[in-house]
């Protein structure tokens, strides 16, 4: 199956014809577009009409994850409902199958990587703010456990690897993934990930136990000289 993958579209109230113009031609040239969260700017229903419309001309399935943006106002249920009536599949800790590849999708959160994870130790506000990481990562096992296809992709906002996130402030990665994400593919493994989030990362990475990792965050696809959008085969 030939996928496209975009994140981070920032979709504003004021953004109509921008999102076709990022995704022309992903009919043509896949079977399925994945959205990596981020898609609107202020977690506005506005913002996300606007977005849905554009995606309306779209004839591909569309997979979703929210991102942090989409969780602004507080109306990430809304928008979630919006989207699942518009006929996007969006993952919370669950999976898909769309044409023999499976599809398990989650937001993910943050907390850092390997040595630098940060732990829950001291103030109950910092080990409050780690567990929810865990249960995140938790919830997405179960869902990675629950595939059962030959080919398997993974569908992440936070990203799972510090890989992807070079050309960021290396003092804001705690704040872009967590590592036990990656510990989770690993485990239970995956053709390919893909996450969004980074704005200044890098394109590819792997996890520890060799998955390809993907940033399609078409800001950082846009400034590697890329199409807004990545498509590969799974």
Not at 155 to 170: D, R
Not at 192 to 206: N, P, Q
């Amino acid at each position: 199956m030939r996928v496209a993958a975009i994140g981070d579209l920032h979709c504003r109230t004021t953004s109509q014809g921008e999102m076709r113009r990022l995704l022309d031609g992903v009919d043509d040239q896949a079977e399925v577009l994945l959205l990596a969260g981020d898609l609107t700017n202020l977690g506005l229903t506005e913002e996300m009409q606007v977005l849905l419309d554009d995606l309306g001309h779209l004839q591909v399935p569309k997979i979703a994850v929210t991102g942090n943006h989409d969780h602004e106002m507080d109306q990430s249920e809304r928008l979630v409902a919006m989207m699942r009536e518009a006929g996007v599949t969006v993952l919370d800790a669950d999976v898909v199958e769309v044409g023999g590849v499976g599809f398990a999708g989650t937001k993910g959160f943050c907390g850092g990587f390997d040595g630098q994870r940060l732990q829950p130790f001291g103030e109950r506000l910092i080990k409050d703010f780690i567990h929810a990481s865990v249960r995140e990562v938790e919830r997405f096992e179960q869902a990675l456990a629950a595939l059962d296809a030959p080919r398997r992709v993974a569908l992440l906002h936070y990203s799972p690897i510090s890989a992807t996130l070079h050309g960021e402030h290396p003092e804001i990665y705690p704040f872009l993934g967590f590592s036990l994400l990656a510990e989770a593919l690993d485990r239970h493994g995956v053709d390919v990930a893909v996450h969004g989030h980074s704005h200044y990362g890098s394109l590819e990475g792997i996890t520890p136990g060799g998955i390809p990792v993907h940033n399609v965050s078409h800001y950082v696809r846009r400034r590697h000289g890329k199409s807004a959008y990545a498509v590969f085969d799974v």
